[in-house]
């Protein structure tokens, strides 16, 4: 059974910084591009970043580039976030993705609250 646990958001203060954690299991990791979306009440959810299974090239969208960082650890599984000077509208419930051919798996999400 996969599984995609996403830990380490909480709230923060505009300007400060959050590691975003998410851990696969189940699932031949290496294999798999990993994604961060983003989502907000009444909102579609969103891609934040991706960073490819071997290269690893990386995308960003154009609202987090130069403040967010998508790193991953094939050996532990692991993938993170690493999100910077980060603002209120960075607020919304945060999705771990693996995607590899017609397989696609998300997590639970995690709520990250930017506010002073």
């Known amino acids: 059974q996969v599984q995609l646990v996403e830990s380490g958001g909480g709230l923060v203060q505009p300007g400060g910084s959050l590691r975003l954690s998410c851990a696969a299991s189940?699932?031949?990791?290496?294999?798999?591009?990993m994604s961060w979306f983003r989502q907000t009440p009444g909102k579609e959810r969103e891609m934040v970043a991706m960073?490819?299974?071997?290269?690893?090239?990386?995308f960003y969208a154009d609202f987090v580039k130069g403040r967010f960082t998508i790193s991953r650890d094939n050996d532990k599984r692991m993938v993170y976030l690493q999100m910077n000077s980060l603002k209120p509208e960075d607020t919304a419930v945060y999705f771990c993705?693996?995607?590899?051919?017609?397989?696609?798996?998300w997590g639970q999400g995690t709520q990250v609250t930017v506010s002073s």
């Open positions: 960073i490819a299974n071997t290269d690893p090239s990386t």
């Open positions: 993705n693996a995607m590899w051919n017609s397989k696609d798996y």
């Open positions: 189940g699932l031949t990791f290496s294999l798999y591009a």
